[in-house]
């Protein structure tokens, strides 16, 4: 390293691979994997969630999982919360729809109407 | 960049290391291998987490789970049940003392009261990443002395700041550096001294093991600040884990020219080699460990002159123990008036602490200075264990004196514990419950001072024996009242009369005890018999 900027731009290009454990106040994606989730291939929708937010670097995203919430049938189920916005559960999110739900909602704010199950 | 969805923070400080972190990092890493989950779950090895009482310790984030005392046969559980499907494993998730899960690590009462200033990383980034300590802004002081301070400057700023010594003599660091910056010389030296021989102090191996780049980068401002350009860091060769982590952070620097030839382009130039202690309790002596780096016997040098202008082969040399030079790069970082802002007047900023012996929080704390005894040990520390009641503290380790009841609301700062004959020294906090007999304790400090003493002068190679011997008689019923009135002039007698520190604080719990517990020992002597029952004089009288 041979000047500050070298060193602020490795500064920049390591605190987003930190901020997972900082609590980003960002947004959040909660991901349905009970045995009824992960079943309906709910591992494929976390996965295309992960690969979608790696290729867009929103590193600022919270994903976690949660259990059984009781609508098996509708899994696999994705929450998405953006700050100071009520839940949006979206139901039989596939890996297709996980990539567009990251886009649409996530990225732009816009929520998918047709594939929402509950609102809060 | 690959995006992780989880991390999860494996405490490889050595107490969890001895409870067996690493079988539990290794099958942790496998069993994700097993359950497809090595590109979403980041395993990372970090610093001490704190709760050494309870490793091995693991942190789940972005929830913040943080889960105790975890075997290698809980592994399958915890990446089946949360990571795979987001089920907290209950049983074995840290709670305070109510029950309460502790959603995060930082809620806990335990992590409440502290300020992480040196211990900012410590469990919180990968020790052997220099990449995760630039991304918690390190360096950035570093580049900023280098870039927009002269030497002098940054000296002012220690020097306003107020830090002290935190090795346990307290002495004013800035001050120190001014000595060695004025010092004309050919060349001078940064020593850091991680000879850390204390009892019960482990907090600078800790520091080392969590987070080695803060101690390095304190070292090469310290070696701008006052023209050095070659530092040593002299481990106690038992710290295999600071040796290896420290290795490879010098490695690392050198790598990214943060150390070495033509820091970040600047022209300063610094250079840094470990060297290895023995494991002699008097290397921890600021001459004496000179001395083991040159070659030579470890046995301390008649002061004056001082390292500070007539150190390490003759030249002038600053010597700083570990837990100060990591302060060094907050205080660069944030100003003197932000470190002043915590702790007392004469003693800002904060203390690491290593809490031992009869305390339910056994383990590693960092808190602002003058924080009062009470609240460390019934509030972090738990309160001790099985409701029994405080016998007596000891701060500052083996050579520390033993406060009673009475100093529970003392604020625990350097003047105001030494003005009651204590110190707050290196930072170790024995915690003693009424079950023991303070003959036992006395006569095992004074056992270990008589085996350290190094032999170089009389007051200490006698004075040490003398000390022993004569508690010795006591607790075997042959004690005198001329025992107890000897015991308080020799120790008198010592505090003065040897070369270095060792000598001179090797009687100071011992006179402190005969304050404080006066009235226990004079029952061992005048009644024969031990108040506690504890120790083999047993609780009825023994008849001549």
Known sequence: ?120 | MAFYRSHVLVCGGTPCLLGGCRGVKDALVAEIERQGLTDEIKVVETGCLGPCDRGPVLVVYPEGITYVRVKVEDVPAIVAEHLLKGRVVERLVYRDEAGERLVSYAQSTYYGPQKRVVLRNCGVIDPESIEEYIARDGYAALAKALTAMTPAAVVEEIKASGLRGRGGAAFPTGLKWSFTAKAQADQKYIVCNADEGEPGTFKDRLILEGDPHSVLEGMIIAGYAVGATRGFIYIRGEYRQSIARMAKAIARAREMGLLGRNILGTGFSFEVEIREGAGAYICGDETALIESIEGNRGEPRVKPPFPGVHGLWGRPTVVNNVETLANVAPIIDHGAAWFRSMGTENSPGTKVFTMTGDINNEGLIEVEMGIPLRQIIYEIGGGIPGGRGFKMAQTGGTSGGCLPTSFLDLPMDYDTLAQHGAALGSGALLVMDDTHCIVDIIKCFQKFFAHESCGRCTPCREGTVRLYEMIGEISEGRGTREHLRVLEELGRVMTVAPLCGLGQTAAVPLLSCLKHFREEIETHVLEGRCPTGVCKMGKAPVVA
């Open chain 1, 1 to 120: 390293m041979k000047s500050l900027e070298e060193l602020a731009r490795i500064r920049e290009e390591a605190k987003r691979q930190l901020e997972l454990r900082e609590g980003t106040g960002g947004p959040r994606i909660v991901i349905g994997m009970g045995t009824c989730g992960i079943a309906a291939g709910a591992r494929e929708t976390l996965m295309a969630v992960l690969d979608e937010l790696g290729k867009r670097n929103l590193n600022n995203v919270t994903v976690t999982q949660t259990g059984c919430v009781g609508l098996c049938e509708q899994e696999p189920l994705m929450e998405v919360i953006l700050p100071g916005r009520p839940k949006v559960t979206y139901g039989r999110v596939d890996a297709n729809r996980a990539r567009q739900i990251v886009a649409s909602h996530v990225v732009n704010g816009n929520i998918i109407g047709d594939w929402v199950i509950a609102r809060e």
